[in-house]
């Protein structure tokens, strides 16, 4: 495949993932502010970080397949870029936009967070494809060069 489709069809993935989590995220929303009568500035972000970890591990396993981690270290860092860049974008973009559009605009809650989550979706798959999920370099590398920095005078 072409690598312009191959982005495509990986964005499209991507997508497919995103819209679970999307549809995981809404439901968690709708649960914790109406029958939990928690806030939205406090359920928000509850939400979004059961979201981020359950889009990694399929972001993973799905969307990135051809991009696997070779050991627990690089999925431990695979798995803080995430939670660095989307994690970061969708917890805090989402916290802004969804108190802008409920709490400034009396916009309501659901359709806000649709409205925030495709915003945030879109920073969200520059950054993991790029940097979360970018080609890891094998540990064996990485032995050697720390071997050859404490070697040298």
């Known amino acids: 495949m072409r690598r312009a489709g191959q982005r495509w069809s990986r964005f499209g993935r991507f ?3 995103g819209l679970l989590g999307a549809a995981l995220q809404l439901l968690l929303l709708a649960v914790l502010t109406r029958w939990f009568r928690v806030s939205v500035i406090a359920a928000t972000p509850l939400a ?5 970890l359950h889009n ?7 969307t990135w397949r051809d991009r696997r ?3 627990m270290r690089q999925r431990a860092l695979g798995l803080w870029r995430f939670h660095a860049g989307n994690g970061l974008t969708s917890l805090l973009g989402n916290m802004i936009l969804s108190y802008c559009f409920v709490e400034r605009l009396n916009f309501p809650v659901l359709p806000s967070a649709v409205g925030a989550i495709v915003l945030c979706s879109l ?10 999920y970018a080609r890891a370099v094998p540990d064996a590398i990485n032995r050697g060069r720390a071997a050859r920095r404490t070697a040298s005078p």
């Open 15 to 17: 997508n497919i993932v």
């Open 56 to 62: 990694f591990v399929w972001h993973e396993r799905f």
């Open 123 to 132: 920073v969200n798959f520059f950054l993991a494809d790029r940097w979360a």
């Open 48 to 52: 979004v970080e059961i979201v981020v």
């Open 69 to 71: 981690f070779n050991s």
